[in-house]
């Protein structure tokens, strides 16, 4: 799965480039008994449907060119959303003073999901800081330990 998404990464690279635009993950799915191809790209100001239209007709053409999905599978080209990902150095950078959601593989300090706003970033801990009823209070996660995390949209 990974050879595919490393091959797709590498076609789509120039497109990006390109357009101006920044590719924020890929994923190669099956789901029941279809395939999926997903492709979240985003830019400074967002981006639309044209942009996805964009970027989805040019990586298609590329991708019938090589061809290397040997099956039949579904191209999606779309925006990360409000609660993005964090995956890359760059991505916990630019969310340095936002609110985060993160799970890890296991506990700290007897929990596996934190959600709070992230302070600090050093490539190998996570410094969030997290409120516990009227209290808040610094977690420190060690990169490796972490399970997946993403910006989390508050409604305050």
Known sequence: ??????????????????????????????????W?????????TGVDIEDCGLVSERLSEKLDEVDPIPHNYFLE??????????KKEKDFLKAIGKNVFIKTYEPINGEKTFEGTLLEYDGQIVKVEVKIK???????????KMANARLAVTFS
């Open 1 to 34: 799965m990974s050879k595919i998404t490393e091959v797709v990464e590498e076609l789509a690279a120039p497109i990006f480039q390109e357009l101006n635009l920044e590719l924020v993950d890929i994923e190669y799915v099956k789901e029941g008994k279809s």
């Open 36 to 44: 999926f191809l997903r492709v979240y790209i985003d830019k400074e």
């Open 77 to 86: 080209v779309s925006s990360p959303g409000a609660e993005r990902p964090l």
């Open 134 to 144: 009227t209290r808040k209070k610094t977690i420190e996660i060690p990169v490796e």
